[in-house]
């Protein structure tokens, strides 16, 4: 299974960024599907999971800003986050939550002030 993760970049406060991250060699829709992110010197954390029926679970941290999403027919994942802070300064990968893949190379975020 690859993911390639994309959409990452340098924006203000406040600004806006949709991730996206394009799965293959599994059935896509089969999977439950989570982002994650990882900070300099911190442990990679869950922000937000979707299940193969479109549930959805967004951390507390980023709740009200971030939302999650899912297209099955282009097996793609993808993460809109508005009101970015400083702190949301990460690389950003996707994953299955429940029986995780290799990590894939992530997408960078970075949110100045």
């Known amino acids: 299974v690859q993911t390639v993760e994309s959409g990452g970049g340098l924006v203000q406060t406040g600004g806006s960024l949709r991730l996206a991250c394009a799965v293959s060699?599994?059935?896509?829709?089969?999977?439950?599907m989570g982002w994650y992110r990882q900070a300099p010197g911190m442990q990679r954390e869950l922000v937000a999971s979707?299940?193969?029926?479109?549930?959805?679970y967004v951390a507390d941290f980023v709740k009200g800003r971030f939302s999650i999403s899912r297209d099955n027919a282009k097996a793609t994942l993808y993460l809109q986050m508005n009101n970015l802070k400083a702190e949301d300064t990460a690389v950003y990968y996707c994953?299955?939550?429940?029986?995780?893949?290799?990590w894939g190379r992530g997408t960078q975020v970075t949110v100045f002030l």
């Open positions: 979707i299940t193969t029926r479109d549930s959805t």
């Open positions: 060699g599994t059935a896509f829709s089969n999977n439950d």
């Open positions: 994953n299955d939550p429940t029986g995780p893949w290799d």
